[in-house]
C-alpha cells in the first residue's frame, strides 16, 4: 500500500516514488484541509473482437474494453486478474460514430466525484477521508509509429527516433503546446491528427490529471506486438546467417 515513506524516498520503485506523483501529492496537501488518504487509479482501454473467425468483416462486432486497477495495491496483487477491474464495454462503431469524449463523458464525471473526495469506514470502526485520483492512463495519441510525431512523451519525428536515444535529444511535451495543439484539432476539418494529438482528451477536464503528464507506456502495442517482433527477426537472421 501507498505510504508517506514511499512518497519521500529518492528510490523509483513505484509511481508513488515518481515525480509526477510528489506534484499530485504536494498539490492535494495544498487543496485538501483535511487528513486524507490518495488512491490512484491507472486506466487503460483495449479493442477486441467477439466473433471466432478473422478477416475484415469481423470489426462489426468489435468492442472496446476500459479496465482500471488501484495502484495503491502491491504489484503481485495487481498483477492478479482478480484485481484488473471492467470499468466499461462499448461498442467499437459507436466511438466511430459519437466520438470519444462521448464515450467517456459518463467515466469523467464519475472520476470528478471521486476527486472531490469520500469518506469510507474501515472494519475496525474508523473513517478514512479518501481523494481518489486518476494517476496513469492509455489513450489520446496515434497508434502506429508510421508517422512522425508518434512519441506520447516528445515531438520527435520518424528519422530522429533512428538516431537519438536521450531524453535531452528531443523536446518535449508540455500542457501550453497540448492546449495550442487541442485548439488547432478542433478547427481542422481534414488532419486525422495534430502532432500526433488525434483527439481532445475528456480525461483533461480533471483537476489531478493532464494527458501531457501522463508517464504510461502501451507496452502490449508497442512492445510485444510493435518493435518486438522486428527485432527478434533480425536477431535470429544475424544468428542464422553468422
Do not use: W
Not at 459518463?106 to 469518506?119: A, M
Not at 511535451?173 to 476539418?189: E, F, G, V
Not at 482528451?201 to 507506456?217: A, E, G, I, R
Amino acid at each position: 500500500m501507498c505510504n508517506v515513506d514511499e512518497i519521500a524516498s529518492d528510490d523509483v520503485s513505484s509511481f508513488f516514488s515518481g515525480r509526477n506523483f510528489r506534484k499530485l501529492y504536494s498539490q492535494l496537501k495544498t487543496d485538501v484541509k483535511v487528513k486524507f488518504y490518495p488512491v490512484v487509479l491507472q486506466l487503460y482501454c483495449d479493442d477486441f473482437k467477439t466473433t471466432n473467425p478473422v478477416g475484415t468483416k469481423t470489426g462489426l462486432h468489435k468492442l472496446r474494453g476500459f479496465y482500471f486497477r488501484i495502484l495503491n495495491l502491491s504489484p503481485k496483487h495487481n498483477a492478479k486478474l482478480d484485481n484488473i477491474h471492467l470499468l466499461a464495454l462499448i461498442y467499437r462503431q459507436d466511438i466511430t460514430i459519437y466520438g470519444m469524449s462521448a464515450v467517456l463523458e459518463p467515466i469523467v464525471k464519475e472520476l470528478l466525484r471521486l476527486e472531490c473526495g469520500l469518506d469510507i469506514t474501515t472494519e475496525d470502526g474508523s473513517t478514512r477521508h479518501v481523494i481518489c485520483i486518476l494517476g496513469k492512463v492509455v489513450e489520446g495519441y496515434t497508434e502506429s509509429f508510421s508517422h512522425s510525431f508518434a512519441c506520447d512523451f516528445c515531438y520527435g519525428i520518424t528519422d530522429e527516433l533512428q538516431s537519438r536515444y536521450r531524453e535531452t535529444d528531443f523536446a518535449l511535451r508540455n500542457r501550453k503546446d497540448y492546449a495550442a495543439h487541442c485548439d488547432k484539432l478542433k478547427q481542422a476539418t481534414t488532419k486525422s491528427h495534430i502532432y500526433g494529438l488525434k483527439a481532445v482528451s475528456s480525461l483533461s477536464q480533471l483537476k489531478y490529471y493532464h494527458p501531457v503528464d501522463n508517464v504510461t507506456c502501451d507496452v502490449m502495442h508497442d512492445i510485444l506486438e510493435g518493435v518486438a517482433p522486428y527485432e527478434t527477426s533480425l536477431l535470429l537472421h544475424d544468428v542464422v546467417s553468422q
